[in-house]
């Protein structure tokens, strides 16, 4: 049971990433010279979700 809840948390964690990646290669597309500033916050936002999929691990491993 645990796994299936970690596979579920990695899925919506890559989807948050993916999104968030669809979005910023569109804003540096569009403008840029903000390039900077959008890739730093989309790192910051890619490791959020990453850490919730990694809570989402540690979840299923005491649930087990």
Request: glycine letters at 18%; hydrophobic letters at 60%.
């Amino acid at each position: 049971m645990g796994v299936i809840g970690y596979g579920l948390g990695v899925i919506g964690a890559g989807l948050a990433i993916g999104l968030a990646a669809h979005g910023v290669a569109g804003a540096m597309a569009r403008q840029p010279e903000v390039q900077d500033r959008v890739f730093t916050v989309f790192i910051m936002g890619s490791a959020f979700a990453e850490a919730l999929a990694l809570i989402g691990f540690v979840v299923a491993l005491v649930v087990k």
